[in-house]
């Protein structure tokens, strides 16, 4: 589903497997904190599969391989604010990276926050 700001290739694993797991709630949660800072939001990562996600260093159940996460940056927003729109935009996951200079966020069902 590609909405008006991102296209479904955003979401996709960046290995280059093409593995897209389809989710109109995240991609709707990513217009809704856009929307919210006024900027375009730069996707990081989305979809992973099992081997790119290991390769990226991620915990061994994350969320983007389930196709729940997403991992952002705006151009001079900071990864507070972010991470505020994301609750806003309900968002149940929200990780501030602030040395990589991006928030993590994902639908998981469950509320949990933290830094890295």
């Known amino acids: 589903m590609t909405t008006a700001h991102f296209d479904d290739s955003e979401f996709t694993c960046k290995c280059g497997c093409g593995l897209f797991i389809p989710n109109t709630k995240l991609q709707g949660g990513c217009e809704f904190v856009r929307a919210r800072i ?45 991470a505020k729109a994301m609750e806003q935009a309900g968002f149940d996951g929200i990780g501030i990276y602030r ?18």
């Open 99 to 116: 040395e990589q200079g991006f928030t993590h966020g994902d639908y998981r069902g469950y509320k949990a926050r933290w830094e890295g």
């Open 38 to 82: 006024m900027r375009p939001l730069h996707i990081l990562s989305g979809n992973r599969c099992p081997a790119h996600n290991a390769e990226c260093g991620g915990v061994e159940d994350s969320q983007h391989l389930y196709g729940t996460a997403v991992d952002v940056y705006a151009d001079g927003i900071s990864v507070d604010t972010i």
